[in-house]
């Protein structure tokens, strides 16, 4: 008897097909743990968190004023028949700036002139009465109350050409009027008015810098007013000039907030220097005590999850990165400041927080790579 069974043929197919469903299996299985193995190692940028600093530095930019600027205008009405002076023109105590049409304020002198003639010769006539009334009275010609009414009559005729006087000396001021000098020394920084427009009495027609102290005025936000007092020493620089810093100092901060911006207008004087020029942007760098240390992060590096602000930090034995809770002072341009959650040593994420999760197996750069890292990140500070 035939010991071995025979095989039946029709099972074959099925075989095959077993067969190559186990080797797919098998490669896919295999494929997948190496996708999953690769993507759970991510490499990273990474910065690392610096000793603190107790101060920090406020800075803020704005334009260069004189300290005194005067808006000048007519002390009466007219129509501009004359402009002398144009922006940027240097003026001195005096100068002739504009003029106004003074017609009107000349035929007025001539009229007071005229009421002061005719006032003079009432004088006169009343005076002549007087003296008849008191040789009358003498001689027991008149009574008392006749010389007393001569006597009357002859004060206000006097009364009467010092009234006349002092409109002539009025009529001659406003022809004086007519003419707008510069009071002091200084630059014209704005023109409001021009030939042949009609301006009131007050309305500002040029604007004049006076000559001396500059200073800067720059806008404060509500959080920060409380660390500019008048007497704070600043350090000023400008945009026009790398090398030109100054020292300032803090003359006067706004009793109330603009009430469109919220901020509080806060000028610096600065030294009398010839390289400072009015209309120059400058930078006004304070620094403040924070009270207490707070550390520096990039921006890149702040997160958020749960509404909570965190940062990635990372696990240099176990190569792992895990959330943690942190509290943030400021925001500056060159990055965070932090006040709570940190401190000197951590190793923070510092770019793709957003691809994180708790645990996550990170790959750091070198010792060589994180240093140089560090020391672009302080250059650009």
């Known amino acids: 008897m035939n010991s071995f069974k025979t095989f039946n043929p029709k099972l074959r197919p099925l075989a095959s097909l077993a067969l190559v469903s186990l080797i797919g ?25 610096a000793n603190a600093g107790t101060t920090r530095e406020l800075n803020y930019s704005g334009g260069v004023k004189a300290r005194t600027e005067m808006n000048l205008g007519f002390r009466v009405a007219g129509k501009m028949t004359e402009r002398v002076v144009n922006i940027g023109d240097k003026v ?6 504009a003029r106004i049409d003074p ?44 010389r007393e009414q001569a006597a009357l009559s002859y004060k206000q005729a006097v009364s009467l050409r010092d009234a006349a006087a002092s409109s002539l000396k009025q009529a001659k001021n406003q022809v004086g009027y007519a003419e707008l000098r510069a009071d002091q020394n200084g630059i014209v920084t704005a023109v409001n008015a021009d030939t042949g427009q009609v301006v009131g009495s007050g309305t500002p027609v040029v604007s004049v810098a006076v000559d001396g ?3 800067v005025q720059i806008a404060v936000p509500e959080l920060e007013i409380a660390q500019f007092t008048p007497g704070k020493a600043v350090k000023v620089s400008f945009w026009s000039d790398d090398k030109l810093v100054l020292d300032g100092k803090v003359r006067e901060v706004a009793g109330s907030a603009d009430q469109l911006s919220r901020t509080f207008s806060v000028r610096v004087s600065l030294p009398d220097d010839s390289r400072v020029l ?5 930078t006004i760098e304070a620094s403040v005590n924070n009270g207490k240390a707070f550390v520096s992060i990039p921006l890149s590096s702040l997160a958020k999850q749960d509404g909570k602000q ?6 240099n034995d176990r190569q792992t990165v895990h959330a943690r ?14 006040a709570d959650g940190l401190k ?14 708790e645990n996550l197996k990170v790959k750091l750069p070198t010792a060589e790579q994180r240093s140089a890292a560090n020391e672009a990140t302080a250059a650009v500070r």
């Open 344 to 357: 000197p040593g951590d190793i923070v994420v510092a770019a793709g927080t957003q691809f994180m999760t």
């Open 25 to 49: 299996i098998g490669v896919s299985a295999c494929s997948e743990a190496k996708t999953e193995t690769a993507a759970l190692v991510r490499p990273v940028k990474v910065v690392e968190i």
């Open 92 to 97: 001195k105590a005096g100068d002739l700036l």
């Open 103 to 146: 017609t009107d304020y000349q035929l007025a002198v001539s009229s007071a002139a005229a009421n002061l003639e005719a006032a003079d010769k009432q004088v006169e006539t009343a005076h002549l009465v007087d003296q008849r009334a008191q040789q009358l009275f003498d001689r027991k010609f008149a009574s008392e109350a006749q």
């Open 278 to 282: 009015l209309g120059m942007t400058a």
């Open 213 to 215: 102290e500059k200073e």
């Open 325 to 338: 809770d942190i509290k943030v002072a400021s925001f500056a341009d060159d990055g965070v400041e932090v």
């Open 310 to 315: 965190i940062v990635w930090v990372v696990d």
